[in-house]
């Protein structure tokens, strides 16, 4: 069966990662994100299981020292983790898997899983990220201020990923990413491991 592509999402809050990710998903089939364990507590109508696994601190220090996450990093006084168990089902299956994490846990996959696909996803202007993070109405001034500060880190990381995508309107952003993904599914090894011997069938038809 052949192995699926792990692609690792990142950018700075209010980038449109997650609204671009779940656009992609609709329209590319085979194609999963990871859930992530989290420490922090949960948005208005975000779900336990589907929007994230939301445990206590307890929990995920329990996590980190059974070895059972993937990567994992602390994003504004909270945890967040992906679990290593579930990852490496998926790709096993033959399933392509999106990271939707920060650059820190980034770091650590390029580390352990050097074939990952990196994406970064860059907002055209600094305004137009404040502006997004104020229309999306979930954090007052103070955050929406920590997250800027933030950003700049975050945008510095840009440089280790593979793919630099700059959202300004969102559905040539989506193509630019759903063209990334299924590329990568047209490479000679990804093929052949589905089928090892097109090559030689087809030229056995000569």
Known sequence: MPYGQLFVISAPS????????????DVIANLVVSTSHT???????EKDGSDYHFVSDFEFQE??????????????NNYYGTSRRTVEAQLASGIDVILEID?????QVRQIAPEAVSIFILPPTREALR???????????F????????????????????YWIINDDFKT????????????????????????????????QR
């Not at 209010?14 to 998903?25: H, R």
């Not at 650059?103 to 770091?107: D, L, S």
């Open 63 to 76: 996590l980190i020292k059974s070895k059972a996450l993937f990567e994992h990093a602390k994003v504004f």
């Open 131 to 141: 502006k997004r993070l104020i229309e999306r109405d979930q954090d007052d001034t």
């Open 14 to 25: 209010g980038a449109g990662k997650t609204s671009l990710i779940a656009a992609a998903l």
């Open 173 to 204: 952003t989506l193509d630019q990413l759903t063209s990334i993904i299924v590329s990568y599914r047209q490479r000679r090894s990804r093929i052949q491991s589905k089928n090892p011997k097109f090559l030689e069938h087809l030229l056995g």
């Open 143 to 162: 955050i929406i201020d920590a997250r800027m500060s933030e950003a700049d880190e975050t945008i510095s990381q840009a440089t280790h990923f593979d």
């Open 103 to 107: 650059w820190q846990g980034a770091a």
């Open 39 to 45: 420490t922090r507590s949960p948005r208005l109508g």
